[in-house]
């Protein structure tokens, strides 16, 4: 069983920056593939970005892409995301998520954080 804790969040002004992490519990978190998701006020949650076991591959929805950056530190058992240039669109809670499976366009996850807001001013 892994518990995912999310931080991080907050109010930030546009094009401004933000640094979420997401602790997780567990000796096996290592050998997850991690990811990040959001879910904006009266729409479905979508995929953010994903990292693998090691932090030597990440995968971004187009949107986040090129501003956002995934990344881990497995001796802290901790993921991270550094989001940079924010936009109003960027506002929702976001969500730590952890193992990972399928394929772009399909992810699933067996583990979830409870989620931070993060709210962009224009």
């Known amino acids: 069983q892994v518990q995912l804790v999310e931080s991080g969040g907050g109010l930030v002004q546009a094009g401004g920056s933000l640094r979420l992490s997401c602790a997780a519990s567990?000796?096996?978190?290592?050998?997850?593939?991690m990811g990040w998701f959001r879910q904006a006020p009266g729409k479905e949650r979508e995929f953010v970005g994903t990292?693998?076991?090691?932090?030597?591959?990440?995968y971004y929805a187009d949107s986040v892409k090129g501003r956002f950056t995934i990344s881990r530190d497995n001796a802290k058992n901790t993921v991270y995301l550094q989001m940079n240039s924010l936009k109003p669109e960027d506002t929702a809670v976001y969500y730590c998520?952890?193992?990972?499976?399928?394929?772009?366009?399909?992810?699933?996850?067996?583990?979830w954080g409870q989620g931070t807001q993060v709210t962009v001013s224009s």
């Open positions: 998520a952890g193992d990972l499976r399928g394929a772009v366009g399909s992810w699933s996850a067996n583990y």
């Open positions: 990292i693998n076991w090691s932090g030597g591959s990440t």
């Open positions: 567990g000796r096996t978190f290592s050998s997850y593939r």
